[in-house]
């Protein structure tokens, strides 16, 4: 039920941008942007949610990895999984594990989004022990993989508050959210911003658009000498794990339409680089959000 409320509330998300979105194509390529430091080009940190997707065949987490290691873009493509540990169709399951093992041995991060056996459940809604508790056995289950605690964690449903922020400080991990969202769910019957190629293209477009102003106000940080601009899909979605490669090379495309330069490495292709680049958004953008008014900050925080 959770799934499907959840991935409900992405179709609306995506079908309420959809006039916006089909009329972007038409617009001219804009002028290039002229960055806070004239060398510093944008590049690409692929996150996934909500996986390892241990119950489906063929299994589409198997799908972007093999897409990562491989495609027309860039070869050996690094990228932070946001596991849910426990759930038992997910991490609890063997094959869970074992996709959480490759992961990591084939040099992604893996990073926490719960390690609740009930699964995908709203930290904000959760009792401070049984959250605590998710955060314990997420950490250690992604230990005994890594060899290390994870540094990195993603609220489930994107929702957090005071008192989880907290929470997740005490624990020594970093709250990462996104720039950039395909808003493709974690599969079912909801996939509406992924069925035809126009608009991805239109989607992409207009959510790097929202980038390039935000780069131009001076809000993203530059990392070793590039602008990290982080991109969420769900690996548990069948649909995006076969067009993988297609949104890969749509995201450079878009970026250059939209007047922002990409770097000549677009994405991220080292598990070291892209926790130093996550670490210095994680504390940048908890920032920018403490600068919401404050009955809209209650609202996206579940407060």
């Not at 093999?66 to 038992?88: C, G, H, M, W, Y």
């Not at 809000?219 to 067009?243: C, K, M, R, W, Y």
């Not at 495309?253 to 990409?262: D, I, M, P, Q």
């Amino acid at each position: 039920m959770h799934h499907i409320f959840r991935n409900i509330l992405y179709s609306i998300s995506f079908l309420g941008l959809f006039p916006l979105l089909t009329s972007c194509q038409t617009l001219a390529p804009e002028r290039p942007l002229t960055l806070p430091r004239a060398d510093a080009g944008i590049r690409f940190l692929l996150t996934f949610d909500d996986g390892p997707a241990a119950s489906t065949t063929p299994c589409p987490t198997v799908s972007v990895l093999d897409s990562l290691r491989s495609n027309a873009v860039q070869r050996n493509v690094k990228a932070i999984f946001f596991v849910q540990t426990r759930e038992p169709k997910h991490g609890g399951a063997e094959a869970g594990k074992a996709l959480m093992k490759r992961e990591h041995a084939e040099g992604h991060v893996l990073a926490l989004h719960s390690g609740s056996v009930r699964g995908h459940i709203n930290h904000t809604l959760m009792a401070p022990e049984e959250l605590q508790q998710s955060l314990t056995d997420g950490m250690d289950d992604i230990a005994r993989i890594t060899g290390s605690l994870p540094l990195f964690v993603r609220p489930t449903f994107w929702r957090y508050n005071a008192k989880t922020l907290g929470r997740y400080e005490n624990n020594g991990l970093y709250m990462v959210l996104s720039d950039i969202k395909a808003y493709d769910g974690s599969g079912g019957f909801f996939q509406f911003s992924n069925v035809l190629s126009s608009q991805r293209h239109g989607s992409m477009l207009s959510e790097l658009q929202r980038v390039r102003g935000r780069i131009g106000r001076g809000e993203l940080p530059v990392v070793n000498g590039v602008i990290p601009v982080i991109v969420t899909f769900h690996d548990t979605n069948s649909h995006t794990a076969q067009h993988i490669a297609e949104y890969m090379q749509i995201l450079v495309e878009e970026a250059r339409r939209a007047g922002l330069r990409v770097n000549d490495k677009p994405y991220y292709d080292s598990a070291e680089e892209i926790r130093t680049a996550a670490l210095d958004r994680a504390e940048h953008r908890v920032i920018l959000e403490t600068r919401l008014p404050a009955r809209l900050a209650r609202f996206f925080k579940g407060t």
